[in-house]
Nanobody, 124 residues
Framework: QAQLVESGGGLVQAGDSLTLSCAASGRTFSTYNMGWFRQAPGKEREFVAAITWSGSSTYYADSVKGRFTISRDNAKNTVYLQKNSLKPEDTAVYYC?????????????????WGQGTQVTVSS
């Protein structure tokens, strides 16, 4: 079964940029639509961005549109989240996940399971 490992988080200042990576094991990664989600302290996990299996289409939450860019490299089994103009409200643990995607409906797929996520903290 495929596994997901997020990396690239850290402590940054407002206005900075950061790129997150999600490496997937397994040979079926290129068939998955993929998404990024985040969970801030005391809040529910929320959708951030999604990309189709081919990389031809991308979708974003209104709160990050124009600032974040999702991309993927199927040869490397990796999906990325480029984050620019970071704000303190972007502070959260970020997770990647395979998703069911019928925009505007996006929901996490059962498999692969959630990874441990990567913490992003944006100071003001």
């Amino acid at each position: 079964q495929a596994q997901l490992v997020e990396s690239g988080g850290g402590l940054v200042q407002a206005g900075d940029s950061l790129t997150l990576s999600c490496a997937a094991s397994g040979r079926t990664f290129s068939t998955y639509n993929m998404g990024w989600f985040r969970q801030a302290p005391g809040k529910e996990r929320e959708f951030v961005a999604a990309i189709t299996w081919s990389g031809s289409s991308t979708y974003y939450a209104d709160s990050v549109k124009g600032r974040f860019t999702i991309s993927r490299d199927n040869a490397k089994n990796t999906v990325y989240l480029q984050k620019n103009s970071l704000k303190p409200e972007d502070t959260a643990v970020y997770y990647c996940k395979a998703v069911h995607l019928r925009w505007p409906e996006v929901s996490p797929a059962k498999d692969p399971e959630w990874g441990q996520g990567t913490q992003v903290t944006v100071s003001s």
